[in-house]
């Protein structure tokens, strides 16, 4: 069995920076280069960020990461207990309109779904669960 990382912090926007340096250092760890790492930071922070703003919307409440090899792809399962929200249901933003001219959000959602390679979002037991695949190759 492939060695587990796990992060357990409240939602609380000063909390971006350590899970942002959590991401990349554990991603590295596990072997992904470092434009992946990139990639894979900004899209976690998009997540944890909604989250932070969104999903709890009158007080904080835990966000729980963990981070895993599995063959030859890492795997990163978000879990919080906000209010729930598939995010992998949003629409596609009309990025042929001009940036002025469109309604905010969901570039970042498109993103995240731009630059991992599955993404997979199940509600269980009270919780929102959010897990992203990136491929090593």
Same mark, same amino acid.
């Given at each position: ?10 939602? %609380? #926007?000063k909390?971006?920076?350590? $899970?942002?340096?959590? $991401?990349? =250092?554990?991603a590295?760890?596990?072997?992904? %280069? ?21 999903? @709890?919307p009158?007080? !904080? ?12 792809? $890492?795997? $990163? ?5 906000g ?10 933003? %009309? ?7 469109? !309604?905010?959000? =969901? #570039?970042?959602?498109?993103? #995240? ?6 993404? @997979? @979002? ?9 897990? #992203?695949?990136?491929?090593? %190759?």
């Amino acid at each position: 069995m492939e060695e587990k990382f796990t992060l357990h912090v409240m939602a %609380d #926007l000063k909390n971006l920076s350590t $899970i942002g340096e959590f $991401i990349t =250092g554990c991603a590295s760890k596990l072997g992904l %280069d470092r434009k992946g790492v990139f990639q894979l930071e900004l899209a976690v922070d998009e997540v944890t960020s909604n989250i932070i703003l969104h999903g @709890y919307p009158q007080q !904080s409440g835990p966000i729980h990461i963990l981070i895993w090899k599995e063959q030859k792809k $890492i795997h $990163i399962q978000i879990q919080d207990r906000g209010e729930p929200f598939n995010p992998l249901n949003a629409g596609k933003p %009309d990025l042929s309109t001009a940036l002025e001219e469109r !309604s905010p959000g =969901g #570039l970042g959602i498109h993103f #995240l779904k731009t630059v991992t390679d599955a993404a @997979y @979002y199940q509600f269980h037991d009270g919780k929102n669960i959010l897990t #992203l695949v990136k491929n090593l %190759d």
